[in-house]
Antibody, heavy 125, light 110 residues
Framework: QVQLQQSGPGLVKPSQTLSLTCAIS??????????WTWIRQSPSRGLEWLGR????????????DYAVSVESRITINPDTSKNQFSLQLKSVTPEDTAVYYC????????????WGQGTLVNVSS | QSALTQPASVSGSPGQSITFSCTGI?????????VSWYQQHPGKAPKLVIY???NRPSGVSKRFSGSKSGNTASLTISGLQAEDAAVYYC??????????FGGGTKVTVL
């Protein structure tokens, strides 16, 4: 059974960097079949896909895709030593206030089959 | 503003079937079979109920079914039960993003 456990602060000041971590159990961040994603949800923006990271052994490379809306501010990094991946979002504003989720897709399926518990992040001074 | 259009709300009585839509364009919902549906109860993470248009994950009730015609995908819940009351979101591939979401449909069980 795959479990995703999120951690990170619930309050970030404007202009600072939002940092969250998603610890994986029951799968590997280096899995050839999976992609590891961050999604956020707010009343104003609804559900919003932010980006993903995934590894493919055929090329021995890590890949990253980011949403156009945040691509200048976002970094998603895998940490193979801890079997987790992280989200960093720079220069946050109150508009970045949302519940942030990590999630998994597998085998190029359209569906996110496992989700973290969600972290409410408030951007406020 | 969400990329995919869903009705804001749908209601039905216990035991009835309901169907609601997710409308996009040819470059998102209309592309391949890359549509998924999620059920979300208040305060909880979304739960996958349909992937790749019409496939049910293990453990999801057979009462949930999905289909697609052109640029519109649909989710049907048959034999409606009180526990089905939730917000349902569709998701699809799009030109500028691997995943875009609809605005959600609130299902009320009367």
């Amino acid at each position: 059974q795959v479990q995703l456990q999120q951690s990170g602060p619930g309050l970030v000041k404007p202009s600072q960097t939002l940092s969250l971590t998603c610890a994986i159990s029951g799968d590997s961040v280096s899995s050839d079949r999976a992609a590891w994603t961050w999604i956020r949800q707010s009343p104003s923006r609804g559900l919003e896909w932010l980006g993903r990271t995934y590894y493919r052994s055929t090329t021995s490379r890590w890949y990253h895709d980011y949403a156009v809306s945040v691509e200048s501010r976002i970094t998603i990094n895998p940490d193979t030593s801890k079997n987790q991946f992280s989200l960093q979002l720079k220069s946050v504003t109150p508009e970045d206030t949302a519940v942030y989720y990590c999630a998994r897709t597998i085998d190029d399926s359209s569906g996110f089959d496992y989700w973290g518990q969600g972290t409410l992040v408030n951007v406020s001074s | 503003q969400s990329a995919l259009t869903q009705p804001a709300s749908v209601s039905g009585s216990p035991g009835q079937s309901i169907t609601f839509s997710c409308t996009g364009i040819s470059s998102d919902v209309g592309v391949d079979n890359y549509v998924s549906w999620y059920q979300q109860h208040p305060g909880k993470a979304p739960k996958l109920v349909i992937y790749d248009v019409s496939n049910r994950p293990s453990g999801v009730s057979k009462r949930f079914s999905g289909s697609k015609s052109g640029n519109t995908a649909s989710l049907t819940i048959s034999g409606l039960q009180a526990e089905d009351a939730a917000v349902y979101y569709c998701s699809s591939y799009a030109d500028n993003s691997p995943h875009v979401f609809g605005g959600g449909t609130k299902v009320t069980v009367l």
